[in-house]
């Protein structure tokens, strides 16, 4: 019987709200586990989200699980943070999409802010310089790692290697990074488009990437720094970054080195590498960013800028992009943002490695991670504290 009292709900929706009450209990106790322990980039945390979700508990089916996967795949973003969310709204609805979200972010958070605090006081110091010197040239040889595996995975073609190394070009010679996203995903879907239209060969050349963007861009002044420009910068970052976290690290170069001013090349690589040794979500870079540019207001500032897009995109388009996954349109803007994702990250990878292999040392610690990671299936997490612990003995020694 519906209670007179419009503001008391139903039986059945008190127990509906009790049911999403204890779901989100779960989905915090299973995702700060998952933001505190989980090391290895996006790939490996989705394999312990698989793991936890479907094996251990049963939630999602496998095949649920992939749909949510394949969703991640065209929209902007962390993929691994956006699996969380997804998996925090089908399990739990609007309350479990920020509950799950929010608990994989903040542990990595947490860590990355004290990280931080301790690098502005010991960064200059013997022991700080000496740990940050080990740790370089093994995010080089991390990050060349996944480069090497995404793309395996995303050049499937000749065609798509072909957009890859005109996108390459681009990113050499200055152009936006926007600019050369786009330009990849139009080259991609003008050449199948042709195939479909006219059942001919692949045209990747319909489109010429130099004929999509502005040639020669390079670095301007810097920019007076502010809490608002700082937020705004990190909120774009979030909302157009396709790929792997790793790719970050050719926005973070573009924007806050090259075109702002308020990070050099070191401080960047620092930042990388602190991204590295922390568990969860990669994009924590930003927090450590955000800390040493304007404390604990710009950590927070630039961890809410690049995460809420996430949340944003998976909200609204989570009941679509399932469908969306057949699309030959879609697939193809996704085939060319991932190349030029791609092309982006190895570039960047190149520049920052002048900044980190300077000398004897770190020349035979880029090579040795890179056999280990190349090689092995070792955890990136020990070869990052094993550089630290070189240099830190380099230095003390």
Request: glycine residues 12%; hydrophobic residues 55%.
């Amino acid at each position: 019987m519906r209670s007179l009292d419009p503001a008391t709900p139903e039986p059945s929706d008190l127990q509906t709200a009790r049911n999403r009450g204890a779901a989100c209990v779960e989905l915090a106790a299973v995702f700060l586990k998952l933001g505190t322990t989980a090391f290895g980039g996006p790939a490996a945390h989705i394999a312990m989200m698989e793991e936890e979700i479907v094996r251990r508990r049963q939630w999602l089916s496998h095949e649920g699980f992939l749909d949510l996967l394949g969703a991640t795949n065209l929209i902007p973003g962390p993929n691994s943070t956006e699996m969380a969310i997804h998996i925090g709204y089908v399990r739990a609805g609007w309350a479990g999409l920020v509950v799950a979200g929010g608990c994989f972010i903040v542990p990595a958070a947490v860590m990355v802010t004290i990280i931080a605090a301790a690098y502005i006081r010991l960064g200059a110091l013997p022991i700080g310089t000496g740990l940050l010197y080990g740790v370089k040239p093994v995010v080089i040889a991390i990050v060349a790692q996944a480069l090497w595996q995404l793309g395996r995975t995303a050049m499937k073609t000749p065609g798509l290697a072909c957009v890859a190394v005109g996108a390459t070009g681009l990113t050499v010679a200055g152009v936006n990074e926007l600019v050369v996203l786009l330009a990849a995903a139009l080259v991609v879907v003008a050449a199948r488009w042709s195939v479909t239209r006219r059942g001919s060969a692949a045209v990747w050349g319909v489109v010429p990437l130099s004929s999509l963007a502005p040639a020669g861009a390079t670095a301007t002044a810097a920019i007076p720094f502010g809490l608002w420009p700082l937020f705004l910068t990190f909120l774009k970052i979030g909302a157009v970054l396709f790929g792997s976290g790793y790719v970050l690290l050719a926005f973070l170069r573009a924007d806050l080195v090259n075109r702002l001013g308020w990070l050099n090349e070191a401080q960047l690589l620092d930042a990388t590498a602190v991204g590295q040794i922390t568990p969860g979500p990669v994009f924590t870079t930003a927090t450590f960013i955000g800390y040493i540019l304007a404390g604990p207001v710009g950590a927070a500032i630039a961890t809410v800028g690049i995460f809420l897009p996430a949340f944003c995109f998976v909200a609204l388009s989570g009941p679509f992009l399932p469908r969306l996954r057949g699309s030959p349109t879609a697939a193809a803007v996704l085939d060319g943002v991932n190349v030029g994702a791609l092309a982006l990250m190895a570039v960047v990878t190149w520049q920052l490695s002048q900044a980190a292999i300077v000398d004897g040392v770190t020349v035979l610690l880029a090579l040795v991670s890179s056999v280990l990671v190349f090689g092995t299936r070792i955890n990136s997490a020990w070869l990052i504290l094993g550089g630290a612990l070189v240099g830190v003995l380099r230095t003390v020694g």
